[in-house]
């Protein structure tokens, strides 16, 4: 270790493992398609912060982006604020998880201190989807509305998730360990239409009931017209006291019989709501785009995490981190995502 002194090189893939990645694959799809040759990764940097609207472009080509409207341009402006990307693109972010799945591929494993270890096929998650996308419809939900969720990072949430986003609605969601105030801090901000909640969690071996922290959070979101309820700490809980509730049973009832449609918007609008932490007063909404995200993660996994559909992405966190967002993001690339909710190290490490 002495040795070893600040800007040592630890460790360099071998040459092998470097024409395997998905980076390399892009790099060759640049030279045949773009007239592009780069001997290495810092000049293909390079190239991408000196020449950022050929970059961009060339992700939405080499992702094959589906918009039901072309792009008048990729960067309106340099300036900010005000620039804006892609504009005249229109988009929806789930349909790009759902593009050329395999049916029966496992799209998420689950498991938590309350379940066991279970599997979810593309298929699966498909029909819950459009049968949740039918319910938030019947809610009366539409593009622009707000979607709140008070949830254990578990497969419901991925599925209430794209349900939302496919019609266009803004999602934003908090961990149920989140105290009451912090979470009426965030919500109440954007005022939410319908809100998705669990009864509770376990993590460590104990068990946290919410449902009196739902009410008194409920009790502050004026704009609230409906809750779909998971019953995930215990089966028989009674939602009786929520917001019109719906259990998610019923929420997903009629999975077999429906069809997902998605719901074109434009490449700048709003996919969610993330907030700051709230160290420093009220937590602060950051507000990103569907199409900003969509190739992001695109990008971000597919080069930078080199995910394709025969990996397996695991992320230990909550939906109050941005990170369950990325999460979620990896099921663009076709890989299997992994869900666990609960203390990692208990009862053991």
């Known amino acids: 270790m002495s040795q070893i002194k600040e800007g040592t090189l630890l460790w360099e893939p071998s040459e092998e493992r470097k024409q395997q990645t998905n980076m390399n694959t892009y790099m060759n799809w640049l030279k045949k398609n773009k007239d592009l040759h780069f001997d290495d990764y810092h000049s293909l940097w390079k190239w991408s912060v000196n020449n950022i609207e050929a970059f961009w472009e060339s992700q939405w080509e080499y992702f094959d982006i589906q918009s039901s409207k072309p792009y008048t341009s990729v960067l309106s402006t340099h300036e ?39 599997e979810i096929t593309w298929d699966e998650l498909y029909k819950e989807t459009a049968a949740m996308q039918k319910t938030l419809k019947d809610l009366g939900v539409q593009k622009g509305d707000r979607v709140v969720a008070y949830v254990s990072n578990i497969y419901e949430t991925i599925v209430a998730f794209l349900a939302s986003a496919s019609l266009g609605a803004i999602w934003s969601s908090a961990s149920p360990d989140f105290g009451t105030q912090s979470v009426i801090d965030r919500f109440k901000q954007i005022e939410p239409k319908v809100m998705i909640t669990v009864d509770g969690y376990r993590y460590g071996g104990k068990d946290f009931d919410r449902m009196e922290t739902v009410k008194e959070i ?31 049973k019923n929420a997903v009832k009629n999975k077999e019989s429906e069809t997902l449609t998605y719901e074109q918007v434009p490449f700048n609008d709003p996919l969610w709501v993330l907030f700051s932490s709230g160290t420093t007063g009220k937590p602060k909404p950051i507000v990103q785009s569907q199409g900003g995200i969509l190739l992001e993660h695109l990008k971000a996994l597919t080069f930078h995490s080199d995910l394709g559909e025969n990996d397996r992405f695991f992320w230990f966190t909550t939906t109050g981190w941005m990170m369950w967002n990325f999460l979620v993001g990896a099921l663009l690339t076709g890989s299997t995502v992994i869900l666990y909710d609960g203390n990692p190290a208990y009862p053991d490490k």
């Open 80 to 118: 900010m604020p005000g620039a804006k990307w892609f504009e005249g693109a229109e988009i929806n972010y789930t349909e790009h998880i759902f593009k050329n799945r395999k049916k029966n591929k496992a799209a998420i494993i689950h498991a938590s201190e309350i379940r066991n270890t279970s």
């Open 218 to 248: 409920q009790a502050e979101l004026p704009t609230l017209e409906a809750t779909i309820a998971v019953p995930y700490l215990n089966k028989d809980t009674n939602f009786t006291g929520l917001k019109n509730p719906i259990t998610w």
